[in-house]
């Protein structure tokens, strides 16, 4: 076996361990046992070598026996340092015929170097030159007294010098490959971190916005209370009542950054259209705006979430109520009908519209064109829908009006 074919099968073993550590990393979120898990690869890797490197190969066991050893020493693991010293003496002992108090002195020398600056920062670099300084000597050393039977001509010591410079070579592009997987490893794990921080960042956002509407009908109904107007309260605090539940249910349901979970049963769409009416009716009075709820057909069912449905048409209605024209009177028309084997529910306004360039971005995520919204109501509703196996389609003409039309299937397939 050539030079060149060792050097690539011990580069093989050594590196192999590390590669299944950088995947390792790079797929767990939380690594609580990192050191152990890298004292083992390192194990693995040394293992590897000794096993699968013949003795013949000396040039190659002189090299990579090492490596496992300065890789701990760069990482300062110093029980690691300690029992990797102790194996490579005895392997150069048992494997080379190179006399134990040689190695004892050689990893000695490194040994103090490591404890005497283990707590200097310029340790890693310091250790790495005197380090490749002492073994390239070494090496020279071994080559003469055994291999080159002590004949210093012009070729061996070209050869010498070719020997020591690919130790040289080997170890620190050896160890620039393994900082560079640090790197990665390192970027990986900001790029979770960023991934988790936008997760809550959307999920805050929607908490926000979908308890900001049930709250605002709330205080619309509490202004309109009188005490002594027992007839109002009893109409108006069960809708008080009702819009709290549905804000403490959209707060559980972010509670799991922001995951959607729909519950489906048998909704009669009339009552969920007049409860949609009766919730917005201070807001419209308020606002003095025209508002007509249609449904077309009498006992009208359809499957779906009965609080996200009504979550997401009064998302719509609030929406055109907030395109208002302060010129002319809005007008806004619900109807729901029955097409085929879906449910149609259309929500149309006369308001001031959406130009062509907004429309195709109304339902990215964080879009807005208001002042202080969110850019989440329109993403959140496309998503309800969608999660009833629906779709949503946006129409608009700017300076006439909006149209949105809602599509549902009226069974489970």
Wanted: aromatic content about 10%; proline content about 2%.
């Amino acid at each position: 076996m050539s030079i060149f074919e060792s050097l690539i099968i011990n580069l093989i073993f050594l590196l192999f361990p590390f590669l299944i550590y950088a995947i390792y990393i790079s797929y767990r979120n939380n690594v609580k046992d990192e050191k152990l898990v890298f004292d083992f690869v390192i194990f693995s890797a040394m293992f590897l070598l000794i096993r699968y490197t013949k003795a013949e190969e000396s040039i190659a066991s002189l090299i990579f026996i090492n490596f496992p050893l300065l890789i701990a020493i760069m990482k300062k693991r110093s029980l690691l340092v300690i029992m990797l010293s102790i194996i490579t003496i005895y392997y150069y002992h048992l494997m080379l015929k190179i006399p134990i108090s040689y190695g004892i002195i050689e990893y000695s020398i490194y040994l103090i170097m490591y404890f005497y600056m283990l707590k200097k920062s310029s340790m890693t670099s310091v250790i790495l030159n005197i380090f490749i300084s002492i073994k390239s000597f070494i090496i020279a050393c071994y080559l003469c007294l055994k291999d080159l039977n002590n004949v210093l001509t012009p070729e061996i010591i070209l050869y010498l010098l070719f020997v020591i410079l690919l130790f040289v070579i080997t170890i620190t592009s050896i160890l620039w490959l393994l900082k560079e997987g640090e790197k990665i490893i390192e970027k990986n794990a900001a790029l979770r971190e960023l991934e988790k921080e936008k997760q809550l960042k959307l999920a805050l956002f929607k908490l926000t916005h979908e308890i900001k509407n049930p709250i605002a009908v709330c205080k619309g109904y509490l202004e309109m209370i009188n005490v002594e107007n027992k007839t109002k309260l009893k109409k108006y605090l069960p809708i008080i009542k009702d819009e709290i539940n549905r804000t403490l249910l959209v707060i559980n349901d972010f509670s799991d950054y922001g995951k959607l979970q729909i519950e489906k049963e048998e909704v009669d769409l009339e009552i969920l259209l007049d409860d949609i009416k009766e919730t917005l009716e201070p807001l419209l009075n308020e606002k003095q705006v025209k508002a007509k709820f249609i449904i077309k057909e009498e006992e009208l069912y359809a499957n779906l979430d009965y609080n996200r449905m009504k979550q997401v048409l009064i998302n719509l209605i609030k929406n055109a109520i907030e395109a208002k024209d302060k010129k002319r009177t809005l007008k806004i028309t619900t109807t729901i009908k029955k097409i085929k084997d879906e449910i149609q529910i259309r929500v149309e306004d006369t308001g001031t519209g959406i130009s062509k360039e907004n429309l195709k971005k109304i339902d990215k995520i964080f879009y807005t064109t208001k002042e202080h919204g969110t850019g989440i109501g329109v993403a959140l509703s496309k998503e309800i829908v969608e999660r009833h196996n629906g779709n949503i389609v946006y129409q608009s003409v700017l300076g006439k009006g909006t149209k949105v039309t809602i599509l549902l299937p009226i069974k489970e397939n």
